[in-house]
């Protein structure tokens, strides 16, 4: 929902504004942070199966455990980088 370039559905107009707000904060961050010596990931949970989504997609379990893993993954050459949970590089 926060990704301009995977937008093929329209609507959500202030869910989509305030998702795409977090992604400039966090490629802001990581531009300012690296000279510390810090990495910023941007992360998408997949679709999870909370309240939000009428209990549809993956568990929450399953969710954490792939952000998990890109956290893992994270450092001072990849920061700044949008991933979704399952690993793959999403277009702003
Ligand atoms: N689920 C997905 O597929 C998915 C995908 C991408 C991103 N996200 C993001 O993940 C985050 C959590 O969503 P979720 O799926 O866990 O949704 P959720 O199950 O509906 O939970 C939303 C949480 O936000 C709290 N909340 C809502 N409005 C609030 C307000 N005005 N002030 C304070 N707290 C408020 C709710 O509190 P109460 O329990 O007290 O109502 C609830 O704890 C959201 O930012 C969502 O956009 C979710």
Redesign the pocket.
């Known amino acids: ?2 990704s301009i370039g995977d937008n093929t559905s329209g609507s959500s107009y202030g ?1 989509r504004m ?2 795409v707000a977090v992604s400039m904060a966090g490629k802001s961050l990581s531009h300012d942070l690296k000279p510390r010596g810090i990495s910023v990931g941007i992360l ?10 009428n209990f549809t ?1 993956i568990t ?1 379990t399953e ?1 954490v455990q792939g952000l998990l893993a890109r956290i893992d993954q994270l450092n001072l050459d990849n920061t700044g980088t949008f991933w979704h949970a399952n690993g793959e590089v999403l277009p702003w």
Do not use: A, D, I
């Open positions: 929902m926060g869910y305030s998702k998408h949970p997949g679709l999870v199966r909370t309240r939000m989504t997609g929450p969710s």
